[in-house]
Structure formats: structure tokens, C-alpha cells
């Protein structure tokens, strides 16, 4: 680039675009790159600060902000998601479809420590809407070395960082347990709540059992459902220590594995994972029913979008996974489960 006066500028053409920011008015590029200039801008460029400005001079090793930006943007893009257009080095990358929005982390660190480049995101594993933004990515100087470049493209690799899982249609059975539902003592007040967190996904109930506290009928509710096609199973009540709570092991003697019984959560650290063949179980505390936000909205949308978790993901939300029970709830806009 060569640097000269803004008012020996008459005629040069742009290299880089110039902001106009007018508080509350506006904030818009007022000349891109590639304008002659004229006589008449001469005033609107030391209006916004430019004394100077910068004309390109071409360089084989040096790439422009937005030739730097587009890279970035092959870097990070993948199915599903789709590109703003190129403004002063900036890409941005919106989601096409509700999904589980995935971050390769490692990568992610790695490219950003590289220097004079940025890549930003939302948390990973969590879910998004069509039309969120979730990625926004910046060259930061003017110019930058083509072969800082390559090596972020190297790092890269042949996978994009990020990746947005779609949402799966799933077929769930519900299995209530506990003597004082069964015999008809108190009112199921779980099973509204429960059904109110699928209803936020393509989720039919195609059954629901009702059991007492018997290691055999609980495992008998889960078998039907099973034998019926559910391929999620959801259990609740039960799921404490005390001798008679039973859903833990009933839910043990059905399942193929057992991931993980307890969560570094709260409210839910008595979550239970286990899978029968590819079919998850959930065994839900009792904190799913009272409390607004807790371990099942952490887990739901990686099942939902047909994640088979590892004892290590569920071992990862203890950072994060205390929920400060706000007075007015912004979930997930806010560091619970992240």
C-alpha cells in the first residue's frame, strides 16, 4: 500500500473502504474499495477522520482484508449455513435450518492465536434457529501475508471448523414411575413439563407407562415402548439414592451401556444416561419438573440431533453447569452449560 494525503488523493483509486459512523444514525461504509476519488469526496474523508488514505500497490506476497476474509470464510463454512456478503475484511456465516451448532475447538484456538485474523462464534453444542448468526470471521490488518494464510488453511484442513447438525424427528416413550402417581395419590405434574420441552422439536410421543416403584414394571414399561418403535426413551421419578428408587436400576437391567449415572450439573446431578443399542434412556431427576432450565436442556438437543454422548461430554459441563436460577431467565443467552 502507499500512503498519501487526502488532499493530493484526487483521482487515486481506494484500496480499503472507509466508514462513515454518524452516532445514532449510521455506521455504513460511505466509499469501498476500488472508488476514485474525486474532488468532492476530499471533505467527506477528513470529515471521518481520514487524513490519509491508502492506495493499493500490488504485492505477490500480500493478500487484501477481503481476499483474507473469503479464506477464512472456506475455513470455517459447512452444509447448512450461509455467508454475508464481504465488508472491510468481515464474513459472517448464518444458520439455514434449525440445528445443533458443533465447534472443532482445537482448531478454532489455533487459528485465532495465529494473529491478525479472528474467527468468533457462539458456544458450541447448543441448539440454533434458521436465520442466527453463528460465526463471524475478520482479517484484522488492511493487508495480510499470504503465507499467514496458508498456514490457517493448513490448520484447517480438510474439515470446516464448525458444523450444523439438523434437528431429527424422533418417536419418544415416557415412562412415569413412582407409587404415589401409580396409585393415584397425587397428580403427575412431571409428564406437562416434559412434554413441553419436546414440543420445541419434531418429537411424537407414542407412549406413555405409568409405574410403581418395581425394578420389573419399570423395565417392563421401557421394554413395551421399546417393542413399539420409540427410539427415545425418557424415564422419571426415582432417580435419588435412597433405597426405594428403583428407575436407576431398572433402566440398567434394559440398557446395552450405561454412560453415565450422575452429572456435574445442578439443578440435575442425578441425571442417568444409557443406551439400548443406539436408543438413549434418560433418567430425569426430579429437578426437571420444578426447576426452569437444568441438565435435560443440555442434553435434549445433542440427542435430538442424534449425538450419541460419551461419559467424557457429560464429564465436560461441571464449567458452566451451574444454573443461578435468574430472576428472569435468558437461557441460552447466558454462561449456564457453557
Not at 474439515?159 to 397428580?187: H, S
Not at 427415545?232 to 436400576?249: E, L, R
Request: charged share 25%; hydrophobic share 40%.
Amino acid at each position: 500500500m502507499k500512503q498519501i494525503k487526502t488532499q493530493n488523493a484526487v483521482g487515486q483509486i481506494l484500496c480499503h473502504d472507509i466508514t462513515q459512523i454518524i452516532k445514532g444514525v449510521t455506521k455504513d461504509v460511505v466509499f469501498k474499495k476500488g472508488h476514485v476519488i474525486t474532488k468532492e469526496d476530499i471533505p467527506v474523508l477528513l470529515s471521518v477522520g481520514k487524513d490519509h488514505v491508502y492506495i493499493w500497490e500490488k504485492d505477490e506476497t500480500m493478500l487484501h482484508e477481503n481476499e483474507g476474509a473469503q479464506i477464512l470464510y472456506e475455513i470455517c463454512k459447512n452444509e447448512f449455513m450461509r455467508p454475508t456478503p464481504v465488508k472491510e475484511g468481515k464474513i459472517e456465516l448464518v444458520a439455514e435450518c434449525d440445528g445443533l451448532f458443533k465447534i472443532d475447538r482445537k482448531k478454532l484456538n489455533q487459528i485465532n492465536a495465529l494473529g491478525e485474523m479472528m474467527i468468533a462464534s457462539r458456544h458450541g453444542d447448543f441448539p440454533v434457529k434458521k436465520g442466527d448468526k453463528l460465526v463471524g470471521t475478520r482479517i484484522i490488518p488492511l493487508v495480510i501475508e499470504k503465507e499467514k494464510m496458508e498456514a490457517a488453511k493448513a490448520i484447517g484442513g480438510q474439515e470446516p471448523i464448525f458444523a450444523l447438525k439438523p434437528f431429527l424427528k424422533k418417536k419418544a416413550g415416557i415412562v412415569t414411575t413412582g407409587n404415589e402417581v401409580y396409585y393415584g395419590r397425587i397428580q403427575d405434574t412431571f409428564t406437562p413439563v416434559i412434554l413441553e420441552k419436546l414440543s420445541e422439536y419434531d418429537v411424537e410421543v407414542i407412549g406413555h407407562e405409568v409405574s410403581n416403584d418395581e425394578v420389573e414394571q419399570i423395565a417392563g414399561g421401557i421394554k413395551k415402548l421399546l417393542e413399539a418403535g420409540a427410539d427415545m426413551i425418557i424415564c422419571t421419578g426415582g432417580m435419588s439414592v435412597d433405597p426405594d428408587d428403583k428407575t436407576p436400576g431398572a433402566i440398567g437391567s434394559v440398557a446395552s451401556s450405561v454412560v453415565s449415572y450422575g452429572a456435574p450439573v445442578l439443578p440435575g446431578a442425578m441425571f442417568l444416561l444409557a443406551y439400548y443399542g443406539d436408543i438413549p434412556i434418560l433418567g430425569l431427576p426430579g429437578c426437571v419438573m420444578y426447576a426452569k432450565r437444568t441438565i435435560f436442556d443440555l442434553v435434549l438437543p445433542r440427542v435430538m440431533a442424534g449425538e450419541r454422548l460419551t461419559k467424557e461430554d457429560i464429564d465436560c459441563l461441571g464449567e458452566g453447569g451451574l444454573c443461578l436460577s435468574c430472576p428472569v431467565c435468558t437461557f441460552p443467552n447466558c454462561g449456564f452449560g457453557k
